[in-house]
Nanobody, 123 residues
Framework: QVQLVESGGGLVQAGGSLRLSCVVSGRTFSAYAMGWFRQAPGKAREFIAAISWSGTNTYYADSVKGRFTISRHNAKNTVYLQMNSLKPEDTALYYC????????????????WGQGTQVTVSS
């Protein structure tokens, strides 16, 4: 089994920054592409970013492109989401997920999920 634990969420003012972390255990981290998703109250889960196994390729939803950066450190079994220029509409529960293959860059094929970390952006 693969376990994912997110951290780094919190309350921040609009225009501020946060960095989310997700530590993965249980299997070889480098065997998985990784993604970040979010879900706001009353809304569907949204795919926001993905990174390839090696970290060479990254993908972003239009809603966060230019503001968020996904990265990974395979030796630390950790994936990060640097979030800058935060907006109130970024408020959501943020999840990391691991994909063994498939169309991970489209937000598909994710087999394992964390419990989420709350991000709240005040105006």
């Amino acid at each position: 089994q693969v376990q994912l634990v997110e951290s780094g969420g919190g309350l921040v003012q609009a225009g501020g920054s946060l960095r989310l972390s997700c530590v993965v255990s249980g299997r070889t981290f480098s065997a998985y592409a990784m993604g970040w998703f979010r879900q706001a109250p009353g809304k569907a889960r949204e795919f926001i970013a993905a990174i390839s196994w090696s970290g060479t390729n990254t993908y972003y939803a239009d809603s966060v492109k230019g503001r968020f950066t996904i990265s990974r450190h395979n030796a630390k079994n950790t994936v990060y989401l640097q979030m800058n220029s935060l907006k109130p509409e970024d408020t959501a529960l943020y999840y990391c997920a691991a994909a063994g293959g498939g169309s991970y860059h489209l937000g598909l094929g994710y087999d394992y999920w964390g419990q989420g970390t709350q991000v709240t952006v005040s105006s």
